[in-house]
């Protein structure tokens, strides 16, 4: 069964940067995605940033656009959400998710990814 572990999180100014890792163990599949997202108290979670393993391509919602980078370590099995330009409205529980997929479009919807992992909560203050 495969597993995912966030770290990374943590408080921090507005305009400020943190980076997310999501350590992905158990996945035996070359061609998956993996997404970012997050939940703020009394919301919905929501996608932010989407990756596929087999080329690379990336998905960002508008929100994060410009601001946000998704990346990954093929070696390492680590998925990165670069993140800068930090706003009060980023901070959430954000949470690595995966789902197997023999062709791309990671798209960040939270109903089409099957695992995730526990969480790393981010704080951004004014």
């Known amino acids: 069964q495969g597993q995912l572990v966030e770290s990374g999180g943590g408080s921090v100014q507005a305009g400020g940067s943190l980076r997310l890792s999501c350590a992905a163990s158990?996945?035996?599949?070359?061609?998956?995605?993996f997404g970012w997202f997050r939940q703020a108290p009394g919301k919905q979670r929501e996608g932010v940033a989407g990756?596929?393993?087999?080329?690379?391509?990336?998905y960002y919602v508008d929100s994060v656009k410009g601001r946000f980078t998704i990346s990954q370590d093929v070696a390492k099995n680590t998925v990165y959400l670069q993140m800068n330009s930090l706003k009060p409205e980023d901070t959430a529980m954000y949470y690595c998710?995966?789902?197997?997929?023999?062709?791309?479009?990671?798209?960040?919807?939270?109903?089409?990814?099957?695992?995730w992992g526990q969480g790393t909560q981010v704080t951004v203050s004014s």
């Open positions: 998710a995966t789902a197997q997929r023999p062709y791309g479009d990671c798209w960040p919807n939270p109903r089409r990814y099957n695992y």
């Open positions: 990756i596929y393993t087999a080329d690379g391509n990336t």
């Open positions: 158990g996945f035996t599949s070359s061609r998956n995605c």
